[in-house]
């Protein structure tokens, strides 16, 4: 189960204490106390996977290592080791003190959410004309320590919609070396899958059914994850009783959840077109034209089609180079 929402502390690491400390070699007195060694950071970045949210399902408390504390003969603390964590692209960071959001955007992407606490001065720092035997020295300040909101909306180029079992899973498979569950029942999908197609990024998200923008089914959970899905393949089922209520369904979930997302480029493919005969399919056609709606034949069985929908994706990424 994909992990899309948690609350999770992180702390940079405390920086170590300068330390009190005199050479002991003869005609070479003097404070030799060294500084203590920075706290580590603790960073974000950007990854891939889908699941890398997981990992604070249970693990909520992270924090950076501490910097060491100051040596004699001038020796500085070694600095505390940094934190990077792992959060899937689309990963929205809500910082609960400062009230600042951070998007991660780029796989790659790198961003400073708690910094280490200095080190502290020692006693080599502190001398002076007036103060040639300085026994005075410094604390580490401490790391910056927040409670995190981390919450996944997913980043694809195109994404897969429609009603459950209209063949999504099997169509990204097809495309893309995703190994997304197919069987022949509802919600067979219960999380979105990724694949890659050259440059794109496609996503199956799971089916949406009537009354899914107030919760039904797997409602609102997937829903979140198309609104930065720049196009939409629209799948509609050549077997179904109703293809055309099908589809004004679907629609009617985007809008209900946000209108905005009836903006978006759409193609509309019928599925499952090798179960139906080709009367059906005209009818299907004509049933669509009436409304304004171009909608194009697909079967994973049949590799024109499959042709034709690589075209589309091909003329995608022209755009997306442009």
Known sequence: MIIDDVIISVRGGNGGDGVVRFNKTKMSLGPTGGDGGKGGDVYMKGVSDLNALRQFRFKKELEAQNGQMGKMQLNDGHDGEDLILLVPVGTIIHNLVTK???????????????????????????RGPTNTTPRQSEKGKNGE???????LK?????????????????????????????????FTTLEPNLGVYFELILADIPGLIEGASVGKGLGIKFLKHVERTRVFFHLVAADSADPLQDYATVRAELEGYNPALLEKQEYLFLSKTDTVSKEKVKEIFAEFKKIGKKIEPISIIDGESLEMVKKVLNHLINQKTV
């Open 145 to 151: 320590d927040f409670k995190m909101h981390l919450e």
């Open 154 to 186: 997913m980043i694809a180029d195109v994404g897969f919609i429609g009603l459950p079992n209209v063949g999504k899973s099997s169509l990204l498979n097809e495309l893309t070396n995703a190994s997304a569950k197919v069987a022949n029942y509802p």
């Open 100 to 126: 600042k959001t951070i998007e991660i955007t780029k796989i790659g992407q790198i961003e400073l959410v708690a910094k280490g606490g200095r080190g502290g001065k020692g006693n080599f720092k502190f």
